[in-house]
């Protein structure tokens, strides 16, 4: 939301999280901190510019500006006493332009590689890879619809009653096992998915990880193949989507584990999360990666045709995943009151459409702006243009949509296109 009184480049507020989504370092012998600017989506220049001692911040190449929430905070603190407000949401008055009390927050520590569960995980796992070909965890892979052929490419294998490492939390039919492993495949840890259906595993014996930190499963995606990363929770959620030829896939054992350091070179998430997790903390996660610059997409409900996730969906045959938008030069360039033109100032194709209606009939994948909208925004800058465009642009493929960070910041229900 635009304060009241403010451009939509003014005034604006940055949160710790946000802050340190933006990769920042420090500068000017520390008194500073640079950063990617979150606003415009810079990732190959740190332009953002805080002051450490004021938290106020601008960008030099979108011209933003605000202050910290932290900065926000300790300045209504200071001047609660006399009863003032501080200078946000756009309200005016005689205290604007007053400098907020000091912002002495360290930056967040780079994140810590995770240490490997056992010396022993490699011996472990080559037993448990040899025990998986014709047993209780092949026919479990089967029902699950997982071909024996992906889940030993994947590094799959099977704990047998009784040899399973982490003896207490041993299971009387078994366990598939999944390697956790970091983007470079080195052995972290070992999930253990109990063998059986949900009505015969409890809940809580369903899954075990030895004690220690934990990886991903097919964390080596992170750095091969190519098109968007989907990124799931589970195993078999990730198998599935390799055996539908998503081979870029990796699960994660909780989105609290997720590792930006292990994705800064990854440019497109797909995330493909249970039917019933809209509101999760995924979505938190999809905020910071737009923050990073990433292109963000997720697979919604009808994606998984009645059920609740991805591998349910494989198994009975349903499962849709819309591909990425791709080239469109092959597509018609005019229509009933609509025109597809290549943006100079934008660097990319946008359409423009004569009204409302002829927007509807305008070609999916484009950001659209109609007569009304263009003589809107006839004196704006290319700055500003860009700013405005990249709160338009919303990208969908069949089933597969992807939002941007106004419509995250809303905390509203995601629209496709």
């Not at 220049?45 to 030099?60: A, M, P, V």
Request: aromatic share 10%.
């Amino acid at each position: 939301m635009i304060p009241q009184g403010y451009g939509a480049n003014e005034n604006l507020t940055l949160t710790e999280a946000e802050i340190s989504a933006c990769r920042p370092v420090n500068g000017e012998g520390g008194n500073v901190i640079r950063a990617f600017c979150p606003f415009h989506g810079s990732d190959k220049q740190r332009s953002l510019r805080i002051d450490r001692k004021t938290g106020r911040f601008n960008c030099f190449a979108c011209g933003a500006w605000g202050y910290t929430e932290e900065a926000r905070r300790r300045w209504q603190e200071k001047r609660a006493p006399g009863g003032h407000r501080r200078p946000q949401d756009g309200r005016r008055h005689s205290s604007k332009g007053k400098i907020p009390s000091t912002y002495t927050r360290p930056l967040r520590k780079p994140e810590k590689a995770p240490k490997p569960s056992r010396d022993d995980l490699p011996d472990l796992l080559r037993t448990y890879q040899k025990a998986l070909p014709g047993s209780l965890g092949e026919e479990y892979l089967k029902r699950r619809g997982i071909p024996l052929e992906v889940a030993q490419r994947c590094g799959v294998g099977y704990a047998a009653p009784g040899t399973w490492a982490h003896q207490v939390r041993d299971w009387k039919w078994g366990r598939l096992v999944f390697p956790h492993t970091d983007p470079s495949g080195r052995l972290v840890n070992l999930y253990g998915r109990a063998v059986g259906s949900a009505e015969k595993v409890p809940k809580s014996k369903r899954h075990d990880h030895l004690p220690g930190d934990k990886g991903y499963f097919n964390a080596a995606a992170l750095k091969a193949g190519e098109g968007p990363l989907f990124v799931c929770e589970g195993g078999f959620n990730a198998l599935s989507l390799i055996a539908a030829g998503y081979g870029r896939a990796v699960a994660i054992y909780g989105v609290d584990g997720w590792r930006w350091e292990w994705a800064r070179n990854v440019r497109q998430i797909v995330f493909a999360m249970d039917a019933d997790e809209a509101g999760g903390k995924w979505k938190e996660l999809a905020r910071q990666a737009l923050l990073r610059g990433k292109k963000v997409a997720f697979l919604p409900a009808e994606a998984y045709g009645g059920y609740k996730d991805v591998n349910e969906a494989w198994a009975a045959g349903v499962l849709q995943v819309g591909e990425w938008p791709g080239d469109k030069e092959q597509e018609a360039t005019k229509g009933d009151g609509w025109e597809l033109i290549d943006s100079e100032t934008l660097g990319e194709r946008i359409v423009l459409a004569k009204d409302d209606e002829a927007a509807k009939r305008a070609p999916e994948g484009y950001v659209v702006y109609t007569a009304k909208e263009i003589h809107l925004l006839s004196g704006c800058s290319p700055e500003a243009l860009r700013q405005v465009h990249e709160a338009k642009r919303l990208i969908s493929g069949v089933l597969v949509e992807v939002f941007e960070r106004e419509t995250l910041e809303k905390d509203e229900g995601f629209t496709r296109v």
